[in-house]
């Protein structure tokens, strides 16, 4: 089973960046789609994006509220995967955790690491 740590969090103004990173252990971490995730106080842990290789094409999905300002990506070679964070606006504000999917667009297995605070100030 894949097992991950978060980091690359801070505290950034609206409309900057940050990229956060996602680093695997496990053999088989290439065969896994990935996802992030995030969680704002008083809210329920929400999907932000997912990523799968297949066939050699790389899939990748996203939330509406993110689309356009955040890209996942993935280096199989290093066992990574990343969040490039655009554009960002307080209701970003949240803690962020990467975790192996059971399959590309579905649930997470669940095994969260520490996740990695983001504050986005006005």
């Known amino acids: 089973q894949v097992q991950v740590a978060e980091s690359g969090g801070g505290l950034v103004q609206a409309g900057g960046s940050l990229r956060l990173s996602c680093a695997a252990s496990?053999?088989?971490?290439?065969?896994?789609?990935m996802g992030w995730f995030r969680r704002s106080p008083g809210k329920e842990r929400e999907f932000v994006a997912g990523?799968?290789?297949?066939?050699?094409?790389?899939?990748?999905n996203y939330a509406d509220s993110v689309k356009g300002r955040f890209t996942i990506s993935r280096d199989n070679a290093k066992n990574t995967v990343y969040l490039q964070m655009n554009s960002l606006k307080p209701e970003d504000t949240a803690v962020y955790y990467c975790?192996?999917?059971?399959?590309?667009?579905?649930?997470?297995?669940?095994?969260w690491g520490q996740g990695t605070q983001v504050t986005v100030s006005s």
């Open positions: 496990g053999r088989s971490f290439s065969s896994y789609a």
């Open positions: 975790t192996a999917l059971r399959y590309y667009g579905g649930p997470p297995i669940n095994n």
């Open positions: 990523i799968a290789v297949s066939s050699g094409f790389t899939l990748s």
